[in-house]
């Protein structure tokens, strides 16, 4: 972990103050290894709370025109952020994503590909991709009350079991569709705990 990606994660915690930000299952989590934190998403919010109560830092995909604001550019890829263009090839993100992961990182990603305020998005299967390519565990993460951040609701992250049904041999193509949609609900029968 990067001394600015911990100024970061510090400066994160006490920006959220105001949303009495908890975590809940930080131990189910590998603190080594190739890891890939899967989680809903609803707002810009929920990749810094994503991250700021785990003990080890994660890199996050950031769509490729985030790097070219003056100052928000650098300051993402100095806390491990890299970039997507989602109007590529995403192809290019998934061997980064696979480097990253096979340096015994973390990656966090969110299954749906992009904010998902209505719950409608259609799940990707990227982080089947990339579990299998990787052979790494996937922890599923249920954000809960960032899309009432004006309203100043509590923000409630859970974290799941890992699921690891990669870590051996990969997935067959067959799998890779059924385990992206086993994440996803995961990742929403962790809402439950959140209450």
């Not at 001394?3 to 105001?18: I, K, Q, T, W």
């Not at 300051?75 to 090839?89: E, H, S």
């Not at 067959?172 to 569709?177: H, Y």
Request: glycine share 10%; charged share 20%; with cysteine.
């Amino acid at each position: 972990m990067t001394a600015f990606y911990r100024f970061g994660r510090g400066l994160c915690r006490l920006a959220l103050l105001p949303w009495r930000v908890r975590a809940l299952g930080v131990e189910r989590v590998p603190t080594s290894g190739p890891l890939i934190v899967a989680a809903n998403h609803v707002s810009y919010l929920d990749p810094p709370v994503l991250g700021i109560f785990l003990p080890r830092m994660l890199h996050y995909m950031a769509k490729r025109e985030l790097f070219a604001v003056p100052g928000l550019g650098a300051a993402i890829a100095a806390v491990g952020a890299f970039p997507v263009d989602r109007g590529g090839n995403p192809m290019s993100a998934i061997r980064r994503s696979v480097e990253v992961l096979r340096e015994g990182k973390a990656v966090a990603i969110f299954p749906e590909g992009r904010r998902n305020t209505d719950g409608l998005a259609p799940i990707q299967s990227g982080v089947s991709l990339l579990a299998s390519l990787a052979r790494a565990p996937v922890v599923p993460a249920c954000i809960v009350g960032t899309d009432r951040a004006r309203q100043f609701a509590r923000i409630t992250i859970v974290y799941g079991e890992p699921l690891r049904d990669a870590c051996e041999n990969g997935l067959a193509r067959g799998d890779i569709e059924p385990f992206a949609q086993r994440v996803m609900a995961a990742i929403r029968a962790l809402r439950a705990e959140a209450a």
